[in-house]
């Protein structure tokens, strides 16, 4: 676990310094990654990580190293297993060559990535789906080939409407739920106050009459002699009084 977790933590502070733009810092965060990973002791679980790790890292290098962006996405792809190949992971690992090959002027091996990525049906994310239409717009401008351009400028266009259907579906989900749960628990939240306004204002009454009641009742005189009465006594014994 504890393996793990410092390999969390250098693949976050990648992903941060990738924003930033210092790939260099990002990549060397992945390696520490890598390097954590390399201490587990399960195979399966070992494997995993590297099939994660050369994925990032492929994507990492596509900037700075072309050789290296590709030998990384080749490398995460010799870890897929059957349950992987349609994985996201697996679906970015063949633009990036794609992309490798496209940067090269090879077109043909381009196309051929392009397509493979294509083919992945599920587990794909908007983003990474958008820029693979941009590369096949891109790539067949180049080729001059206009009606196959056009056919995925046309999908990329209906997958920005799609998107944008889709979160204003979610917007009014989420704006009918919270009126939902406004409408449930106002009433509860209204009947609370009111109960515990009515519990404080009994606790207060019952004070009220409580000491009004205290003061009400005959209060008892002190028992004793006082100095008069003292005095008294003491003159009816001297006189062997018969009465004391």
């Known amino acids: 676990i504890i393996i793990m977790e410092?390999?969390?933590?250098?693949?976050?502070?990648?992903?941060?310094?990738?924003?930033?733009?210092?790939?260099?810092?990002?990549?060397q965060s992945l390696l520490s990654s890598v390097k954590e990973h390399n201490k587990l002791k399960e195979p399966e679980r070992k494997r995993g990580t590297k099939f994660m790790d050369y994925a990032n890292l492929g994507g990492a290098y596509l900037t700075v190293n072309l050789d290296s962006a590709k030998y990384y996405a080749e490398q995460s792809l010799a870890f897929v297993t059957d349950r992987e190949k349609n994985h996201n992971l697996t679906f970015l690992n063949y633009i990036v060559i794609g992309e490798v090959f496209y940067a090269k002027e090879d077109y043909t091996q381009a196309l051929e990535y392009y397509k493979k990525a294509e083919?992945?049906?599920?587990?794909?994310?908007?983003?990474?789906?958008?820029?693979?239409?941009?590369?096949?717009?891109t790539?067949?401008?180049?080729?001059?080939k206009k009606e196959l351009k056009e056919s995925y400028e046309t999908k990329l266009k209906d997958l920005s409407l799609t998107v944008f259907q889709n979160q204003n579906k979610s917007l009014r989900k989420i704006i009918l739920d919270d009126k939902a749960h406004r409408q449930n628990t106002t009433p509860?939240?209204?009947?609370?106050?009111?109960?515990?306004?009515?519990?404080?204002?009994?606790?207060?009454?019952?004070?009220i009459v409580f000491i009004f009641k205290r003061k009400r009742l005959p209060q008892n005189k002190p028992v004793g002699l006082t100095t008069e009465k003292y005095k008294n006594l003491i003159e009816v014994l001297k006189k062997n009084d018969p009465t004391f």
């Not at 083919?119 to 994310?125: G, L, T």
């Not at 009111?194 to 519990?199: A, P, R, T, V, Y």
């Open 6 to 27: 410092r390999a969390n933590i250098h693949t976050t502070f990648a992903n941060i310094y990738n924003q930033k733009k210092e790939f260099f810092n990002g990549i």
């Open 188 to 207: 509860n939240s209204i009947t609370w106050i009111l109960w515990s306004i009515l519990g404080s204002l009994s606790t207060i009454i019952i004070l």
């Open 119 to 137: 083919a992945i049906e599920d587990n794909k994310h908007f983003i990474n789906v958008e820029r693979l239409y941009k590369n096949f717009i």
């Open 139 to 144: 790539l067949y401008g180049k080729q001059g």
